[in-house]
């Protein structure tokens, strides 16, 4: 039999699998694989398996064990049921015992980073919005935040290389996938392999500014949560170019049930977004943070705005996406 290996975590109602034991399940009692929560990539002999929604990218189709081309069994985890608070809970813990916070300042971050308790990490340019908040941040939950202020010709530099590997080539994936570039890289360099993220949060609770002017609601939600699975192929892409991956309790299965359970008219009402996840926040973390309503991660971060530079001076006055698609064709440096 070809060498059993795997990349991520396993988990069965809450308990982590040690390897021989994924091994034994997989080669003996492959049906039982249906059940594995985590996530995780592995692959035997002829077999490949990935988790239930595909948050760690490798062969073979996302949610199966796959042998010979023919799929096994399905992987659609089925735990307890539980309350949001009980799965967001349980997820971080699921997640905490190796990594480092992905750390904003925004409710979704910081929620995250209370219940991990680990390491944290910021990046920006200085002076950034994101910087001077997830500092703050990390001084209300007394926690250690490395700061990473990151240079515009770093960001031309990083550029060609984020934009070969992400799946959309567009300004705000290519914005976003940036910042996660100067994340990954700084925990590749640090040794971790793990980067526990918020991702996911604003689809799932309604955090969006956009959601707010919503004519259906409930469809817009749905299909932002659809489109999921490719915002983890494009972070995952960005962070493996850096040697680490990303970790993301708020796709965990009990999360997305536990969301999916919430009316979309009680997510975004009033003016407010994101009501049910703050106010499980607000039982873990200072009303402040949980309340606070943060810019997204390409503004917050400074990106945009060297990208629009980036493009302007590259003779792109207009149209940002002209410029993103010359560097995806290879003709940057010219």
């Known amino acids: 039999m070809a060498a059993f290996t795997y990349t991520g975590w396993v988990e069965l109602d809450g308990r982590k699998l040690a390897p021989a034991e994924i091994e034994k399940i997989c080669t003996t009692t492959p049906n039982e694989a249906k059940n594995f929560g985590g996530e995780f990539s592995l692959s035997f002999d002829s ?21 010979n081309d023919k799929t096994v069994t399905t992987i659609d985890p089925d735990p307890a049921p539980c309350t949001l608070e009980e799965a967001i809970v349980t997820a971080v813990k699921l997640r905490n015992d190796e990594g480092v916070v992905a750390l904003s300042g925004g409710v979704d971050s ?75 890289r700084w925990a590749g360099a640090k040794g971790y392999r793990r ?17 707010l002017s919503s004519q259906n609601l409930e469809d817009d939600l749905a299909r932002d949560v659809a489109g999921l699975g490719l915002q983890a192929q494009r972070d995952q892409a960005v962070a493996a170019l850096n040697g680490t991956y990303l970790s993301m309790p708020y796709m965990d299965v ?33 009303e402040e943070l949980a309340g606070y309503g943060k810019k997204a991660m390409q503004y917050g971060s400074g990106v945009w705005g060297v990208l629009q530079k980036l493009a302007r001076k590259n003779g792109y006055k207009t149209s940002m996406q002209d410029y993103i698609d010359h560097i995806g064709r290879g003709n940057h440096g010219q």
């Open 47 to 67: 077999c490949h398996a990935r988790d239930h929604f595909g948050i760690m990218p490798g062969p073979g189709p996302k949610g199966a064990l796959v042998c």
């Open 195 to 211: 980067i526990i993220a918020g991702q996911g949060a604003d689809e799932l609770f309604g955090g969006y500014a956009r959601y």
């Open 110 to 184: 910081s929620l995250v980073a209370a219940l991990a308790g680990r390491e944290c990490v910021a990046v920006g340019l200085e002076d950034s919005h994101d910087l001077a908040q997830a500092e703050h941040a990390a001084e209300l939950l007394n926690l250690s935040c490395t700061i990473v202020v990151i240079e515009p010709d770093e960001i031309e530099e990083a550029l060609p290389k984020v934009v070969k590997v992400i799946p959309k080539k567009d300004p705000v994936n290519t914005g976003i996938a940036v910042t996660q570039y100067f994340i990954s």
């Open 254 to 286: 009990r999360v997305v049930r536990a969301a999916r359970a919430i009316p979309a008219g009680e997510k975004v009402r009033d003016g407010q977004r994101k009501i049910p996840l703050r106010e499980v926040a607000a039982r873990h973390i200072p």
